[in-house]
């Protein structure tokens, strides 16, 4: 799978599980410099914990994947780069 395509995977699973009532409330703590899904911290690494573990496994560090996730408007991608 490449980056795009995890990237994309990773997008559709945030966009399924999107709270905007919550996502309006992240936004404005973050001074609305950040889109968000509206997901707590919890759901979110259920999200991702399977790229995550599979690099780990790998025993590589996927760059361009985080490069897309923190060059994301959308301020639940972004914490993807920052926790890996």
Same mark, same amino acid.
């Given at each position: 799978? !490449?980056?795009?395509?995890?990237?994309?995977?990773?997008?559709?699973?945030?966009a399924s599980q999107a709270d905007t009532g919550q996502a309006e409330k992240m936004a404005a703590y973050m001074k609305n410099h950040f889109d968000f899904y509206g997901i707590p911290a919890c759901p979110r690494r259920l999200i991702y914990k399977d790229l995550i573990a599979a690099d780990k496994?790998?025993?590589?560090?996927?760059w361009?994947?985080?490069d897309l996730?923190?060059?994301?408007?959308?301020?639940?991608? !972004? !914490?993807?780069?920052v926790i890996i």
């Open positions: 799978m !490449t980056s795009q395509e995890k990237f994309d995977l990773l997008e559709k699973r945030m496994k790998a025993k590589s560090i996927d361009l994947l985080l996730a923190w060059a994301s408007p959308n301020g639940n991608c !972004t !914490t993807l780069s």
